[in-house]
């Protein structure tokens, strides 16, 4: 089952990925550290030494209607923060 949603690609990131060796990704609430890790490692040929893991709540989202303002929330996810072994990278972008 695949586990892992898309990579975090933003500025801070990236700024943590040149300086620590660090790469993010939104992963489904119902993964584990072990699942996420099997799966970045067979998905990308590297080896990962940590993962951590944290759930964060959506943004909150309106929309007008007829019947008025309707507010609500959208879904949970899960960030999974992993640290590859000294050497290695993931390139995001050479299959584009």
Do not use: C, W
């Not at 959506?58 to 050497?87: D, H, M, P, Q, W």
């Amino acid at each position: 089952m695949a586990f892992i949603i898309k990579p975090i690609v933003t500025e801070k990131m990236t700024a943590l990925t040149e300086k620590e060796n660090k790469f993010g990704f939104i992963v489904k609430p119902e993964a584990n550290k072990i699942q996420i890790k099997s799966e970045i490692e067979a998905r990308y040929n590297v080896h990962v030494t940590a993962v951590n893991t944290m759930i964060y709540a959506g943004k909150n989202k309106s929309r007008y209607t007829r019947a008025g303002l309707v507010r609500g929330r959208s879904n949970a996810f899960k960030k999974a923060i992993v640290t590859l072994k000294e050497g290695e990278t993931i390139d995001f972008y050479s299959n584009i």
